[in-house]
């Protein structure tokens, strides 16, 4: 029988949920009745096997079951999807669908930015995308000045609904664990599922879950999508395309044309 490597984040979460309560170790340690040294030695991963009622009291206390604890990196949900959990909305309490990302890192440790192409398209929407070894085939990206903070990822569309982005132009996407901070109108890669598409479009989430898309090109019509059937939402940060944009922007029009109008005032005041 074949076994994976299970990562675990027991120690990180532990260090993480009590810094986020703003607690010191002396302090958790009374409340939890262990010594500062043993949380110390849990928050530093030193002890890989602590008794089983650590883990139950850690659990209580912090109102996130066992199970997230160690398999979940709470770093990388957000307050917000954090404060869910801690509301009882756990997926290994109530069951759900909680959206882990699987991430690829450097020699430094530090988050790939992979890179999709157009024929690995259907492969990650039909489950690549939650996938480890799927996630670590994938060609690496290189963006300059890329913030340290959130995950990116890099997509390339097709078609000509986003124009005045071309056909082909790669969208470097910031990953959206919390859909209900989206502002209305994002520009964003979108992940679905069952068509196992991938779209860059506007999206605005309604009050009732669901997801309005929006193209940019005018010809198409918006469209209504379940928030079940999107898996995930990469909100847009940049893009890289070998075309030249065409044509002058219409600010720069408007400005041309405020500057011919000028001109021609100041003719007539002149004579």
């Known amino acids: 029988m074949n076994h994976t490597t299970q990562n675990i984040f027991f120690n990180t979460n532990l260090k993480y949920l009590r810094e986020r309560k703003k607690l010191n170790q002396e302090k958790l340690a009374q409340i939890l009745a262990i010594t500062r040294s043993k949380l110390a030695a849990l928050e530093a991963g030193t002890t890989k ?13 912090f109102h996130i079951s066992i199970d997230t604890l160690l398999k979940i990196d709470l770093r990388k949900l957000g307050e917000f999807k954090v404060r869910e959990l801690e509301a009882g909305n756990d997926i290994y309490i109530k069951g759900g669908n909680l959206r882990v990302l699987a991430v690829s ?18 492969g990650y929407a039909s489950g690549g995308y939650s996938d480890q070894e799927y996630i670590a085939e994938l060609p690496k990206y290189n963006i300059p000045n890329l913030p340290r903070t959130g995950t990116y990822r890099t997509f ?6 986003m124009l005045p982005f071309p056909d082909g132009t790669d969208i470097t996407g910031r990953f959206v664990q919390d859909w209900h901070t989206l502002k209305p109108g994002t520009l964003a890669i979108v992940v679905l599922s069952g068509t196992q598409d991938i779209v860059f479009k506007s999206i605005t989430m309604s009050e009732e879950g669901n997801l309005e898309f929006r193209s940019l090109n005018e010809l198409y019509e918006p469209y209504i999508v379940p928030a079940g059937e999107v898996r995930e939402i990469w909100e847009y940060y940049a893009y890289t395309t070998r075309e030249v944009p065409k044509g002058t922007a219409d600010m720069d029009r408007v400005l041309n044309a405020l500057e011919e109008i000028k001109s021609i005032v100041l003719t007539k005041t002149k004579r």
């Open 105 to 122: 890192v450097d020699r430094a440790d530090h988050e790939n930015v992979e890179y999709v192409p157009i024929k690995a398209r259907a």
């Open 49 to 61: 096997a602590p008794p089983p009622e650590d883990y139950v009291n850690i659990s209580a206390f």
């Open 156 to 161: 390339p569309i097709t078609g000509d609904s």
